[in-house]
């Protein structure tokens, strides 16, 4: 064991512990040219064939396209009026039917001559040249007259008519379609938003280390 003191023989310690370590690298620097161990000694870094590090891969993430639903589906009620038309249509008033007319008898007006007296001799009184009376027989002539009578054409008859049927005009209001109620299924609303997502997570792994770095001590301890 080597301990530090102070003053001058702590100078005198000092000069003899460099020249001891540098005794000892001298007669140990062929050996330590061919063993690694011996860099430990003195903290520097050496190769370690036979040492890991853990080397950390970080997790990678990625933009994924992600349907979000806004509005879910629903039905949509919806009320639908009843519509009507004014139409103009022609009402039977009376049917078509066959009826008795009687026609009466055509006559025609006719102009006839008739005698209304026939010819005849007659005495009559008169005056002569002298004023006095006399009694003569004179010709009277025959009295005619013109009177009109109806001759029937045609007789009396009874005839049947066909009367066409009779209509009229009539406006009226028809339903064309009833009330009803609608339902209409709205379907979802739905948006895509990206979402990041892991893509890789992060791992970690031990890999072979090319060399070891040794750090030296912050302090010396007084004591080897």
């Known amino acids: 064991m080597f301990y530090l003191t102070s003053g001058k023989d702590n100078t005198m ?46 997790a990678l993430n990625h933009y994924v396209p992600t349907e979000l639903s ?19 249509e022609n009402v039977l008033v009376q049917p078509e039917r066959v009826v008795a007319r009687h026609v009466p008898a055509t006559v025609k007006t006719r102009h006839e001559r008739v005698m209304t007296s026939p010819a005849r001799r007659e005495w009559r009184h008169q005056r002569d040249a002298r004023g006095r ?33 009779t209509y009229r005009q009539r406006t009226r209001r028809v339903l064309v379609a009833p009330a ?19 893509y890789a997570p992060a791992t970690e792994r031990w890999v072979p280390s090319t060399h070891v770095d040794y750090q030296p001590r912050s302090a010396y301890s007084g004591r080897l």
């Open 13 to 58: 310690t000092r000069r003899y512990f460099s020249a001891t370590l540098l005794a000892v690298g001298l007669a140990m620097g062929p050996a330590m040219a061919n063993d690694h161990s011996s860099y430990h000694l003195f903290g520097f870094g050496a190769p370690c064939p036979d040492c890991y590090v853990k080397q950390a891969t970080p």
């Open 180 to 198: 009803r109620t609608i339902v209409q299924h709205v379907p979802a609303e739905v948006h895509s938003i990206p979402v990041l997502s892991p």
């Open 133 to 165: 009376d006399v009694l003569c027989e004179i010709d009277v002539p025959a009295q005619y007259a013109t009177i009109a009578h109806q001759v029937e054409v045609a007789p009396a008859r009874i005839e049947h008519v066909t009367l066409p049927a």
């Open 70 to 88: 806004v509005r879910q589906p629903r039905p949509v009620v919806r009320r639908e009026r009843a519509r009507y038309d004014t139409i103009v």
